[in-house]
């Protein structure tokens, strides 16, 4: 438990953790992440939430700075399904590898770009978060400001 | 020589009948029906359909416009902030351009056409014909009030009472702002049913001149459309809390302002 969660377990009276999967899309842009860079993350399920407007995943994550767990952010739920994602495709526990875009300050997390589970393999074809359009297409029109999520 | 009561009640039956048959008539012409899953259709090798959601260079702005826009901008913030991350509409004109590439459902009865987006489950309701909503009882929104009618095998559909503001890309547009849209069915190449559409932004406080947008649907291939229901989460995160409260002994008595501190705290 970080201690912002501590902070938060104090300041309301009850433990925080149950939040992790429902309220950070609401508050997080797509500005944050570097869609020009890809790097793969490996590590074991600790929520998968599916939702809108954006997917949330917390995955336990080994390497050499320790053990802790990373919030990755994804498309909306009609994006994950429509992609092939299916119920119980992922669970508690699973090992995952998650093809991110890093964030943009080097933080611990990214932008779900493709994850296999379980020998299953969902990838979202570059798809803008903000446009839910291919990223270069995307691109080619020149827009500056996020047109949707 | 009087008619005869027979004679009138005659007259008056075939009168009616023939009335009966123009009112039928009038009532189911041939008009298109555009009911079905529709999602955005792209002419081969052609890109993003920019229209008024696409660039803001470029669009004719009174000053008024570009200060509205420039004042927006410093709302944003570091991360960009737009309104779909907070579950709010897309709004006239800007949802007919799908952005975030979700589909659109279309219901088509003879005095209301029903468009949803499957994003924030937006819903707009076209009321077509002499059925309308006194102007006084209009509540202004996001989407506006849509009137609609036919001109030929094209439904036509004006919609004013927007609210002064701006839409998902930052594009302002005032209460005075009138949309135009024109809807009907033409087909491509392969012979596939596709509906074109065109709009028209007139608004006299942020444009120096009418913006127009045209593009065209296709049928949806994987025919559902997906519920989609960001603003719950907000209650369940509520629920969530205080079922953690609950299991301490202590009273369920978490606010919603402690869901959005729980948040700034992960953050």
């Given at each position: 438990m970080s201690t912002n969660l501590r902070k938060l377990v104090v300041a309301v009276s009850a433990p925080a953790l149950v939040l992790w999967g429902t309220l950070a899309s609401a508050h997080h842009s797509a500005a944050q992440f570097d869609f020009g860079q890809r790097i793969t993350v490996e590590g074991t399920v600790k929520e998968f939430n599916v939702t809108n407007p954006h997917t949330e995943a917390i995955v336990t994550v080994k390497d050499a700075k320790g053990t802790r767990d990373w919030r990755f952010e994804g498309h909306s739920a009609s994006h994950f399904f429509r992609a092939g994602y299916t119920r119980d495709m992922v669970n508690v526990g699973d090992k995952i590898a998650i093809l991110i875009a890093p964030r943009k300050d080097g933080g611990d997390g990214g932008f779900i770009q493709a994850f296999t589970v379980n020998g299953k393999t969902v990838g979202?074809?570059?798809?803008?978060?903000?446009?839910?359009?291919p990223l270069d297409s995307a691109n080619a029109t020149g827009s500056s400001a996020p047109s949707g999520n | 020589m009087p008619l005869s009561f027979s004679a009138v009640a005659k007259a008056i039956a075939v009168t009616a009948a023939v009335a009966a048959c123009a009112a039928v008539s009038a009532a189911e012409p041939a008009h298109p029906d555009f009911t079905g899953l529709w999602t955005g259709h792209r002419e081969p090798g052609q890109g993003r359909v920019s229209g008024?959601?696409?660039?803001?260079?470029g669009l004719p702005l009174t000053e008024d416009g570009k200060k509205r826009i420039e004042d927006y901008n410093k709302l944003l913030g570091p991360e960009r902030a737009n309104p779909a991350a907070y579950c709010v509409d897309y709004g006239v004109p800007t949802v007919m351009e799908l952005p975030g590439g979700y589909p659109l459902e279309f219901i088509q009865k003879p005095n209301q056409l029903t468009i949803i987006y499957e994003v924030e489950n937006e819903t707009r309701r076209v009321y077509i014909g002499e059925r309308q909503l006194p102007p006084e009882k209009r509540l202004p929104s996001r989407d506006g009030y849509s009137e609609g009618h036919w001109e030929g095998e094209t439904l036509v559909v004006k919609t004013t009472e927007l609210l002064d503001g701006q839409d998902q890309a930052g594009h302002p547009h005032s209460d005075k702002a009138t949309v135009v849209e024109r809807f009907s069915l033409t087909k491509d190449d392969k012979g596939t049913k596709l509906i074109s559409y065109e709009a028209t932004l007139t608004d006299p406080v942020y444009y120096t001149a009418p913006v127009k947008i045209a593009r065209k649907y296709e049928p949806l291939a994987d025919g559902f459309i997906i519920p989609y229901r960001c603003p719950d989460e907000f209650w369940y995160s509520l629920l969530d809390l205080r079922r953690e409260q609950v299991k301490e002994g202590?009273?369920?008595?978490?606010?919603m302002s402690d869901v959005y501190k729980a948040r700034e705290a992960l953050e």
């Open positions: 979202f074809g570059n798809l803008s978060p903000e446009s839910g359009k | 008024f959601g696409g660039p803001q260079a202590k009273p369920g008595n978490a606010r």
